[in-house]
């Protein structure tokens, strides 16, 4: 199982993106669970991102918003980056 690991400035912007979005949070909550336990959950559809993003993954909160990920993979932690919508993360 991997490790979620937030940093300062991930939190700030997972308040700030709940704040606007209370709807949210049950969904959001749900993908991290489901981030820590199976990260290759199809409904996640995490994916590998390209050009100046591609050292990072994402996954999908719901259709419209995301979250960036990066996985450090010989620690199995796992460190979300950005939460919101598609053109708010990329």
């Given at each position: 199982?991997?490790?979620?690991?937030?940093?300062?400035?991930?939190?700030?912007?997972?308040?700030?993106?709940?704040?606007?979005?209370?709807?949210?949070?049950?969904?959001?909550?749900k993908t991290l669970q489901l981030l820590e336990i199976n990260p290759s959950h199809p409904s996640l559809r995490l994916h590998k991102l390209k050009g100046k993003l591609s050292d990072?993954?994402?996954?999908?909160?719901?259709?419209?918003?995301?979250?960036?990920?990066?996985?450090?993979?010989?620690?199995?932690?796992?460190?979300?980056?950005?939460?919101?919508?598609?053109?708010?993360?990329?």
């Amino acid at each position: 199982m991997a490790k979620l690991i937030f940093t300062e400035s991930y939190q700030k912007r997972a308040a700030k993106f709940l704040k606007k979005h209370p709807d949210l949070i049950s969904q959001y909550s749900k993908t991290l669970q489901l981030l820590e336990i199976n990260p290759s959950h199809p409904s996640l559809r995490l994916h590998k991102l390209k050009g100046k993003l591609s050292d990072l993954y994402s996954v999908s909160i719901t259709i419209s918003y995301r979250i960036t990920i990066d996985f450090i993979i010989d620690k199995d932690q796992i460190i979300p980056i950005a939460v919101g919508s598609h053109d708010e993360v990329y």
